[in-house]
């Protein structure tokens, strides 16, 4: 999923034109489905059920927190203020958000302009759907997933079935060159650095990065993105690479990021906050250092940080450029012997693992009642 919003809104209108193919698909199967799953930004796919009179379910990438707040802006329509906080007085534990940090395609939204209102009609469109899909769990996200339950009026039509994790791509490095390196640290020593695959820094916010680890002292991998470094973004500090030679791993491109997370070296994760990242960080029970620039991750990063204290922030915003003696005091920090987030997280990790264990894990009881409640779909038609 591109990250500009205009791009963003392009590629959704370039799948609303599958419509008609669809139908014509549809009308011509000899079996044709009784439901559509669709990512939650493409609410036409509701109307699409609709007319087929079939039923439609929403699948959502991101966390129920921070569903909830998408939601809650679409439907209240919020105005803006940059002087003031947002409280979602309905959601749970009331959350507050400055401008800056409300989703962008949201706040980029003009009343009547054809794009805004494709948008906002798909969002509200999911609100009328027949069903949720969300990759959490029940154990991390209990009271964001029972709001969703009443805000979409079907309690039992709402599964989390996570932790999800996307198939990863191929690493820029050999896989065993990263955990050669690993094995030869001490245990909870190395912090890992990772900001995804959308997000460039700049050249000002990698000094201040490369600066913060230098003067750190810890061991550290740093995952960045090769792209865009002829336009100020992604240029490393020249001969920094050779001065943290032995201490520090730079690999361009991609990472064996679950690999290096559940390695024993590893310690603490700075993140921008993707629900992927926080699961797989969740998951592998490492400490996440927050430094959420867009889209949900500061919500994300409000449940890490706020709710359940396994992070700590580091840093917020896109363009926000560190400073560099305070994030090196955050980075040390996070791998020393005390620290109390190390606790809850491991015991977060046993949790979410629980959840998708065979027999009795609260998301694979969801994915079941999910496909329970198709396979009745299936039935009903049949009997038509």
């Not at 791009?7 to 419509?19: C, F, N, P, S, V």
Request: hydrophobic share 40%.
């Amino acid at each position: 999923m591109p990250s500009n919003p205009v791009h963003i809104i392009t590629m959704i209108r370039i799948l609303a034109e599958l419509r008609d193919p669809l139908i014509r698909w549809f009308k011509s199967h000899p079996s044709p489905p009784v439901a559509i799953i669709s990512d939650m930004f493409l609410g036409w796919t509701n109307h699409l059920a609709r007319q087929l009179n079939i039923r439609r379910i929403v699948f959502s990438p991101s966390g129920a927190m921070a569903l909830s707040v998408i939601y809650s802006l679409w439907r209240d329509m919020p105005k803006r203020n940059q002087n003031e906080l947002f409280s979602f007085s309905r959601i749970p534990n009331s959350p507050e958000f400055p401008w800056f940090q409300i989703s962008t395609i949201y706040r980029t939204y003009v009343e009547g302009g054809t794009d805004s209102e494709f948008i906002k009609d798909a969002f509200c469109a999911n609100l009328a759907s027949w069903g949720l899909v969300v990759n959490s769990f029940t154990e991390l996200e209990a009271v964001y997933l029972d709001h969703l339950k009443k805000e979409f009026g079907h309690h039992d039509h709402v599964w989390a079935v996570g932790p999800l994790f996307p198939h990863p791509g191929p690493s820029s490095v050999p896989v065993d060159d990263v955990l050669t390196w690993l094995d030869r640290c001490e245990e909870n020593k190395v912090v890992y650095v990772c900001f995804g695959s959308q997000t460039s820094l700049t050249n000002d916010q990698l000094e201040q990065l490369a600066s913060s680890l230098g003067r750190s002292r810890v061991k550290f991998i740093w995952c960045i993105r090769e792209e865009e470094h002829v336009r100020g973004y992604n240029m490393i500090p020249s001969g920094f690479e050779d001065r943290m030679a032995g201490r520090g791993l730079i690999i361009r491109g991609w990472a064996p990021q679950v690999l290096i997370l559940s390695h024993r070296a590893v310690g603490a994760f700075l993140t921008h906050c993707g629900w992927n990242s926080v699961l797989e960080g969740l998951v592998a029970g490492v400490p996440m250092l927050a430094w959420p620039m867009g889209a949900d991750q500061f919500v994300n990063a409000s449940l890490l940080v706020d709710k359940l204290k396994v992070a700590v922030r580091a840093c917020e915003g896109a363009t926000t450029v560190p400073n560099w003696e305070e994030l090196a005091r955050v980075i040390k920090e996070s791998v020393s012997e005390n620290r109390v987030n190390r606790e809850r997280v491991q015991k977060l990790s046993s949790v979410a693992v629980d959840a998708i264990k065979d027999g009795g894990g609260s998301s694979v009881k969801g994915l079941e009642m999910l496909v329970q409640n198709l396979v009745k779909l299936k039935l009903k038609s049949s009997d038509l």
